[in-house]
């Protein structure tokens, strides 16, 4: 199975984040939020609730891609991480190292956060017209 979504980039991108990252979907960003690494973020909370409960694993890859106008410019990074099954937010999509789950959390125990992501990603997502894809996927 498969879900994507879009977010963009924002001059107050930080990605300094040691166990978050997260998109929202602000059209804004104050530096105090330095785990989001994409805003104005067009995820569809039923879309990914009915992923949710076709998912026959929990296992998911978050794949976060640059889309780039200059081809050369490939930036991804792939997130392994577990489903939280009582993800329910229609702003927040965050993922965490640490096995806390809410409403706003959609995936635990990831192993990877905002602070460790490539820095070629994080200074493309620095500024506002930069655009990035997020692909989720398990196979159930």
């Known amino acids: 199975m498969i879900y994507k979504f879009n977010a963009y980039g924002h001059p107050n991108i930080l990605g300094t984040h040691k166990t978050t990252l997260e998109f929202t979907k602000d059209e804004e960003l104050s530096l105090n939020g330095d785990c ?8 569809e909370l039923s879309k990914l609730k009915r992923f949710i409960e ?4 929990n296992k998911l890859t978050v794949t976060i891609k640059a889309i780039s106008n200059n081809k050369n410019q490939q930036i ?8 939280n099954p009582g ?7 965050v993922i965490r ?18 602070f460790w992501l490539n820095r070629d990603l994080i200074n493309f997502l620095k500024k506002k017209e930069s655009k990035i894809s997020v692909v989720v996927e398990n196979k159930g």
């Open 36 to 43: 989001i690494v994409g805003i104005k973020a067009d995820f």
């Open 54 to 57: 076709d998912s026959k694993d």
């Open 97 to 114: 190292k640490t096995n806390f789950a809410s409403e706003r959390t959609f995936a635990i125990k990831a192993d990877n956060a905002a």
């Open 87 to 93: 993800f329910n937010h229609n702003k927040e999509f």
């Open 76 to 83: 991804q990074e792939k997130i392994q991480a577990e489903l």
